[in-house]
């Protein structure tokens, strides 16, 4: 075996030893059961009807058909229920992923032509592979979509090294699989422009950015089809995400621009302080947010303008700045994404720049270091690193073991997070603990008054119980936060149809929560809202509005083959009367 791949097997064999546990976990209920565990589209694994579903659902306000492919494939594979080979293939791409960085650092270290190159290449990949912000990726079967997207993205500027037709061909390819993985590759025709920046010096950099007219001339001509590619996910990205509820929930531009610099340096602050980690932070209070707010903004402007003044003497320094801010801008709230204030998950390609521009600084100058001793010591002392960040990221992943290991660590980690407080209370309820769940609920509604699945989720519990006037008032304050969320326009609707006979106003508001429940927020569960109007109208006796709603029922796509069935039933009881036209 060649002793120079030694290094970079051990490395393999340590990320094996920190993640090997995900064999053994479970799914989780956070975005699993939707992408996997509980989707009755991919019931029957990977099928053409799964190949159509891929291409054309709304689900997740995502599109990224290959990610869904790939857990079809391991549904065939696999099965359904079993979470242990789902998590394993999370694991067999991370693998992938650190052969990958180490590559591109090798490539990029050989053309700055520093000494050691294998050396950096190695120290980038080892804190790209078991730094705990990665854990999320690894860990969480949901978020495979990240990880395809990342292994393609590498691979495509791997690519972009080779010049020919024939590598622009693999380049453009590798991209367009990245996209239909995860929208987010978007950010790879940027880093494309860094690279000939920073490290090719090509497509207008070679003599430096006087000629500013040239130098984007050279690179729409070397990009026009990336761009193309980018330019054509983003679309069905933001048309996917236009029904969402992250739009709703925005705060304005101004407020956003605000932010921007507290979450740069808050992900620069956990890159270096990886404690208390989460899958949800809530945004910092007080003096915290204002040491990130001034902190992130040295780092923007700071690194800006070191990258322009080393540009030629230590380009890692500019290069690992443009990599970080181009991976940084679509997740920096800017467009709105989620209700994270940073998201681990976000920082698995961002940090690839930055690691190798920490391993260009230290190994050369240890290099110059005259007492052998002391560098001696730096290996050491390098070595003890990525052994502590290897022990910490393999105690982050123990987190995520299973539902109740991720929330309840969550509540402890973020204690005015609300998410896991939610997700915990939606557990202990599925799990038949209702009064359990009820607390959790309301703690949550204590801090964040605005919560509104806190809300209808009570809703959900008082109505269980039978109390109606309690389950009505809780679905109410959920709309008053959220005018268009379909599950509390739903229910409330049944509540209301419930107490048609002594409430002449009931009906004809529940057939207008539903007709708001229809609306285009509600894209997956479009049928279900539908068959309920339906009911409705029965009720109201306004057979033509009911038919024409049937109709529109029938028409709409759906994987609930319970509801298909009573639809169709409804029809052929129409159809006997002699009501159906």
Request: aromatic share 10%; net charge positive.
């Amino acid at each position: 075996m060649n002793d120079r791949l030694l290094p970079l097997l051990a490395l393999l064999a340590l990320t094996v030893l920190v993640f090997a546990q995900v064999g053994t976990f479970s799914f989780v209920d956070y975005d699993d059961p939707v992408y996997v565990s509980e989707n009755p589209a991919l019931a029957d694994g990977l099928t053409p009807a799964v190949v159509h579903y891929s291409l054309t659902t709304p689900e997740a306000n995502l599109w990224h058909p290959l990610s869904w492919l790939s857990h079809a494939l391991d549904v065939s594979l696999f099965g359904q229920e079993n979470a242990g080979p789902h998590h394993l293939h999370n694991l067999v791409l991370h693998l992938v992923c650190v052969v990958l960085v180490y590559s591109l650092s090798l490539a990029i270290t050989r053309r700055w032509k520093l000494p050691n190159a294998r050396g950096i290449a190695l120290l980038a990949a080892a804190l790209f592979a078991v730094h705990p912000l990665h854990v999320e990726s690894v860990a969480w079967v949901s978020e495979r979509k990240g990880l395809l997207s990342a292994a393609f993205s590498l691979g495509c500027l791997l690519a972009h090294f080779r010049r020919g037709f024939t590598w622009r061909v693999i380049c453009a390819v590798l991209l367009a699989l990245a996209l239909l993985a995860k929208p987010s590759a978007v950010v790879v025709g940027p880093l494309l422009v860094a690279l000939d920046a920073f490290v090719l010096r090509r497509a207008g950099f070679k003599d430096g950015i006087a000629d500013v007219t040239g130098l984007i001339k050279a690179q729409l001509f070397d990009k026009w089809l990336l761009i193309l590619l980018s330019v054509a996910a983003a679309m069905i990205a933001i048309q996917m995400q236009s029904g969402s509820s992250h739009g709703h929930f925005a705060a304005p531009l101004e407020a956003r621009l605000t932010t921007l610099p507290a979450r740069f340096g808050y992900y620069a602050f956990r890159t270096i302080w990886p404690d208390n980690l989460n899958f949800s932070y809530p945004v910092p209070r007080g003096f915290a947010f204002q040491v990130l707010l001034i902190g992130g903004a040295a780092l923007l402007i700071g690194g800006g303008f070191l990258a322009l003044k080393f540009w030629r003497s230590r380009p890692w320094i500019g290069f690992a700045w443009a990599w970080a801010v181009i991976c940084f801008l679509p997740v920096s709230g800017l467009t709105p994404v989620g209700v994270s204030f940073t998201t681990d998950r976000y920082t698995y390609l961002m940090l690839c720049g930055p690691f190798l521009a920490i391993a260009c600084m230290i190994l050369p100058w240890r290099s110059t270091l005259s007492s052998p001793l002391l560098q001696r010591l730096v290996r050491v002392g390098l070595l003890l690193l990525v052994g502590l960040l290897a022990a910490l990221a393999h105690l982050q992943t123990r987190v995520w073991a299973n539902s109740y290991t991720l929330f309840e660590h969550s509540i402890v980690a973020q204690p005015y997070e609300t998410t896991g407080l939610v997700n915990l209370g939606t557990l202990l309820d599925r799990d038949g603990r209702p009064e359990e769940a009820k607390s959790y609920y309301e703690k949550v509604i204590e801090l964040k008054p605005s919560d509104y699945i806190s809300h209808h989720n009570l809703g959900k519990i008082y109505g269980q119980a039978g109390d109606r006037t309690a389950a009505e008032t809780s679905y109410r304050a959920a709309l008053e936060v959220y005018p268009n969320y379909p599950p509390s326009l739903l229910n409330l609707a049944l509540l209301r149809m419930q107490n048609h006979q002594s409430d002449p106003a009931a009906l004809p508001e529940a057939i207008a929560l539903l007709k708001r429940a229809c609306g285009p927020q509600s894209r997956i569960d479009r049928p279900l809202f539908l068959n309920s109007l339906v009911d409705a109208q029965m009720l109201s006796r306004d057979i033509p509005a009911a038919i024409s709603t049937l109709k529109e029922a029938l028409a709409q796509p759906t994987n609930n083959p319970a509801l298909r069935a009573e639809l169709e039933r409804k029809q052929a009881k129409l159809q006997k009367v002699g009501a159906w036209q």
